[in-house]
Each structure stands twice: as C-alpha cells, then as structure tokens.
C-alpha cells in the first residue's frame, strides 16, 4: 500500500481473501491481500489527490471513502483505486502490477514545499472482504453494524477478538459487504471469526470468476494482459466501463479532466464494455460480429466472455457472434451493479 500523508498501494499480494455469508450464495474466503498503503500525515494530501485523480477528494470527511482513478494527460487508465480518508492519511487500493509505477509516477509531482509523503504498506497489511446478503448480519453478530447502511467507502476501527482491525463499506468486487484491513499477524483470527459466525470460504475459482465479472477488476483484469502484452490499458478509457461513480465532473482541473471533460460533452465515447454469455468458451481476442459487421473484440473469456463493443450497434439482451460461430448475449456489467 502507499501512503500519502498516507496512502495505500500494493506491490505484490495474490486474490484477496473473500467469504461468502451463506452457503446458498457460494461465498467463500480465498488468498492474500493486494492493496497497498501509506499512515504518513501530511498536510497536502488531500489537495494533492484531489488534482492527481478523477474524484473529488475535497468533499470527503474522515472515515469516508470513494473510488478514483489514476489516468494518463490524455485521460487513459493507469489503475483504478479504493480510498479511504482517515485522520492521518489516505488509504489507496490499487494493484499489485501497478504500485510501483503509480509510487514513482505521484513522487514526481511531489514540489519541495507539498507536505505529502507517499509510503509502500503493502507488506505491512492484509484484506478480505465479506460478501452476500447475510454479511450486514454478521457485522451485527461481531458488534461491528454501526457500519451497515453507512455509504460506500466508509469506514471505522474496531477490535474483533482482540485485534485492531479497520473495516470500510464495499469491496473491489462489490459495493455491498464490507472489507476488513489488518495487520498479517491479526489476517487468520479475523477469518476465523467471520467462519465462525457463518461466513464460507470461496475457492480460487469461485473468487476468480466473481472477480471477473465485476467492472472494476474487469479493468485491472485486462492491464494483466498488458503485461503480458497482449492488451495495451492506456488504450481503454474507464468511462467505457461504466464506471462513472469515479469520477466528479465538477471540481476543477485535474490530471486528465480536459479530455474526460470534451467526450461527456461532444458524445465522444466511442464502445462500451458488456459481459457475454457465450454458448461456448473462445479464445480472447476473437471478433465480435452484429449481422455479420465487426462491432468489437472478445478481450476475456471464460465462464462469461468480456469484450468492448462499438456503441449504438447492440444493447442488453442482444445476440452477437464471435468467431463466425459462437453465440452470445450481452449482458450488463457488473452482473451485480447494487
């Protein structure tokens, strides 16, 4: 995690864990964590997120949250981030793949009088996150509801069988459930409550194709295929996902605004992103095809294929074809978007 005044960012770090709160709904707990972040104060940190992201840091209070997004001069996605604003720094989530270049890049817009100072936490904490429709239930059986109903990104600290643990509303996967941050030490007695109190651990898979299915990490699923190179990010622009929640089209300037700002304006997005039922697994990279017109590429497949198609050529409900023979039906994403 980095820290700016105190900020978070993770370096490395697997899936996170994830536990489901009923077996009906096949939550489940999975891997380490994979978010990094800084507890530094510093005085300029606000201000400075505020002018280097997409949301508007200056309306957020102590212990509230939101989603933000890193993008290039020319409004490109570099990575999506959960903050979380606390007393004496701001938490960012980020991705493993892209912390250290997110640390160097907001380094260089440091000026020797800003009080801001960006710290690497990841090795330092751990996440999981409490899914489904029984976790506000289960947050009442740990003495920690106070938080259900409270708006996305927020957050408190509590002590669950005696280790501090801070847990915020919304998860990377979700807005609903809640997300708990601790120390590596504290990560094994916090999942053991929660399975203690009816919570499932979700499987590898399970976790993996939830995770894909969710707009957020549909992004950051794509920039691994940027390192692989088979996918290039700063090519996507994340309006085209849909995630307008992360953006205030009202706080003045900011890295990226004059263009985010011209496409809102102009109609300019060109494609949007929609999940595919498929009738059979494809390979990414395959052609989308409406009445036998290429609209789009496949760009993830598996249980449900992901892909960006060219706007007004097909909407929710539609059947596409992907390479000549394979049927699909576009769906929104996040399957889940409450």
């Given at each position: 995690?980095?820290?700016l005044?105190?900020?978070?960012?993770?370096?490395?770090a697997?899936?996170?864990?994830v536990?489901?709160?009923?077996?009906e709904?096949?939550?489940?707990?999975?891997?380490?964590?994979s978010?990094s972040?800084?507890?530094?104060?510093?005085?300029?940190?606000?201000?400075?997120?505020?002018?280097?992201?997409t949301?508007?840091?200056?309306c957020?209070?102590?212990?509230q949250g939101c989603?933000t997004v890193?993008v290039?001069?020319?409004?490109?996605t570099?990575?999506?981030?959960?903050?979380?604003?606390m007393?004496n720094?701001?938490?960012?989530v980020?991705?493993?793949?892209t912390c250290?270049?997110?640390?160097?890049?907001?380094?260089?817009?440091?000026?020797f009088s800003?009080k801001?100072?960006?710290q690497?936490?990841?090795?330092?904490?751990?996440?999981?996150?409490?899914l489904?429709?029984?976790?506000s239930?289960?947050?009442?059986?740990?003495?920690?509801?106070d938080?259900?109903?409270k708006a996305?990104?927020?957050?408190?600290?509590?002590?669950?069988?005696g280790m501090?643990v801070?847990?915020?509303?919304?998860?990377t996967?979700s807005?609903?459930?809640?997300t708990?941050?601790?120390?590596?030490?504290?990560?094994?007695?916090?999942r053991?409550?929660?399975?203690?109190h009816g919570?499932?651990?979700?499987?590898?898979?399970a976790?993996?194709?939830?995770?894909?299915?969710?707009v957020?990490?549909?992004?950051?699923?794509l920039?691994?295929d940027?390192l692989?190179?088979?996918?290039?990010?700063?090519?996507?622009?994340f309006?085209?996902?849909?995630?307008?929640?992360a953006?205030s089209?009202n706080?003045?300037?900011?890295?990226?605004?004059e263009t985010?700002?011209r496409?809102v304006?102009?109609d300019?997005?060109?494609?949007?992103?929609?999940?595919i039922?498929l009738?059979?697994?494809?390979a990414?990279?395959?052609?989308i095809?409406?009445?036998g017109?290429k609209?789009?590429r496949l760009?993830a497949?598996?249980p449900f294929?992901?892909g960006?198609i060219?706007?007004?050529?097909a909407?929710?409900?539609?059947?596409v074809?992907?390479e000549?023979?394979v049927?699909?039906?576009?769906?929104?994403?996040?399957?889940?978007?409450?």
């Amino acid at each position: 995690m980095l820290l700016l005044g105190a900020a978070l960012l993770p370096r490395r770090a697997p899936k996170p864990r994830v536990l489901l709160s009923s077996e009906e709904e096949q939550l489940a707990v999975t891997g380490g964590s994979s978010l990094s972040t800084s507890t530094r104060c510093g005085e300029d940190r606000i201000q400075f997120l505020h002018n280097q992201t997409t949301s508007n840091f200056e309306c957020l209070g102590e212990d509230q949250g939101c989603d933000t997004v890193f993008v290039t001069p020319t409004a490109r996605t570099i990575d999506i981030s959960h903050a979380w604003v606390m007393n004496n720094a701001v938490i960012l989530v980020v991705s493993p793949m892209t912390c250290g270049s997110i640390t160097e890049m907001l380094k260089k817009y440091i000026f020797f009088s800003d009080k801001v100072e960006i710290q690497d936490i990841t090795e330092k904490t751990s996440m999981c996150a409490l899914l489904g429709h029984k976790s506000s239930q289960i947050m009442d059986e740990l003495n920690l509801g106070d938080l259900t109903g409270k708006a996305y990104g927020s957050h408190e600290h509590y002590s669950v069988d005696g280790m501090p643990v801070t847990v915020a509303v919304g998860s990377t996967v979700s807005v609903e459930g809640f997300t708990f941050m601790m120390s590596p030490a504290a990560a094994g007695s916090i999942r053991k409550a929660l399975i203690g109190h009816g919570a499932v651990p979700m499987s590898p898979d399970a976790w993996e194709t939830l995770r894909i299915l969710q707009v957020i990490d549909i992004v950051r699923h794509l920039q691994g295929d940027q390192l692989l190179g088979k996918n290039s990010l700063r090519n996507l622009m994340f309006l085209e996902a849909g995630l307008w929640r992360a953006v205030s089209f009202n706080k003045g300037c900011y890295k990226g605004q004059e263009t985010i700002s011209r496409l809102v304006t102009y109609d300019g997005i060109k494609q949007r992103f929609w999940g595919i039922s498929l009738s059979s697994q494809v390979a990414p990279g395959s052609i989308i095809t409406v009445d036998g017109k290429k609209v789009g590429r496949l760009k993830a497949s598996g249980p449900f294929g992901l892909g960006y198609i060219k706007r007004r050529t097909a909407s929710e409900g539609d059947s596409v074809t992907v390479e000549d023979t394979v049927v699909g039906t576009l769906v929104e994403v996040p399957l889940d978007s409450s």
